[in-house]
């Protein structure tokens, strides 16, 4: 059975600050990886995806990573700003368009 | 308005009762899925459909019926609540890819409380 964790679970950043945020999960043979971005009582907004056969992909100021022998794969933000305070959900996709859910980690960056 | 859409998106209903969450989306969207989303386990996949007249269970089926009569419409049942299944539902969409999954869209939700 695929696990996804996500660590940390939280973390507080000043503005301005680049910070990493990480996702492993226990199945390599998957098909893609998603990243998500959470605001409070809303529901789930697509960031990335990187198909399996991919290293990464950019948008913007994100960046995300995908290792799939090491079951790892990292979200990197650039020069982080407050409105990018939310949880951030990383998603494992595997076969009949499945996704498995990390439980988030929860970023705030403070003015 | 394009998008996908739930209904009602606040819900308290009592132990026993029957319960239907709706799911509505403009995109033709192949595949809909129906989480559930709960402190300390985060979202669980409850039930899925690749298209219309065909679902299939997903991590936490029990206790939930799902229909899909047209691709644009995925009703998710509660038989009778109980009160484990209080929790925040999300329905999202996703077009077909061939080989695995593409991006899932994701409705604003639907807070479900059951007393």
């Known amino acids: 059975k695929q696990e996804v964790t996500q660590i940390p679970a939280a973390l507080s950043v000043p503005e301005g600050e680049n910070l990493v945020l990480n996702c492993s999960f226990t199945d390599s043979a998957i098909y893609n990886l998603q990243w998500f971005r959470q605001d409070p009582g809303k529901g789930l907004t697509s960031l990335l995806l990187i198909q399996s056969s991919q290293r990464e992909q950019t948008s913007g100021r994100l960046n995300a990573s995908l290792d799939k022998s090491s079951g790892r794969s990292t979200l990197y933000i650039a020069a982080s700003q407050p409105g990018d305070s939310a949880t951030y959900l990383c998603a494992v996709g595997t076969s009949g368009s499945r996704l498995t859910f990390g439980e988030g980690t929860q970023l705030t960056v403070n003015p | 308005d394009a998008g996908i859409t739930q209904s009602p998106r606040y819900k308290i209903t009592e132990t026993g009762r029957q319960v239907t969450l709706m799911c509505h989306q403009t995109?033709?969207?192949?595949?809909m899925f129906w989480y559930r989303q709960d402190l300390g386990h985060g979202l669980r996949l409850i039930y899925y459909s690749a298209a219309a007249d065909i679902t299939d269970k997903g991590e936490v089926p029990d206790g939930y019926v799902v229909s899909r009569s047209k691709t644009e419409n995925f009703p998710l049942t509660l038989e009778s609540a109980t009160r484990s299944q209080t929790s925040v539902y999300f329905c999202?969409?996703?077009?077909?890819?061939?080989?695995?999954?593409?991006?899932?869209?994701f409705g604003p939700g639907t807070r479900l409380t059951v007393l």
């Open positions: 995109w033709s969207h192949s595949y």
């Open positions: 999202a969409s996703s077009r077909y890819r061939d080989g695995g999954t593409d991006t899932q869209y």
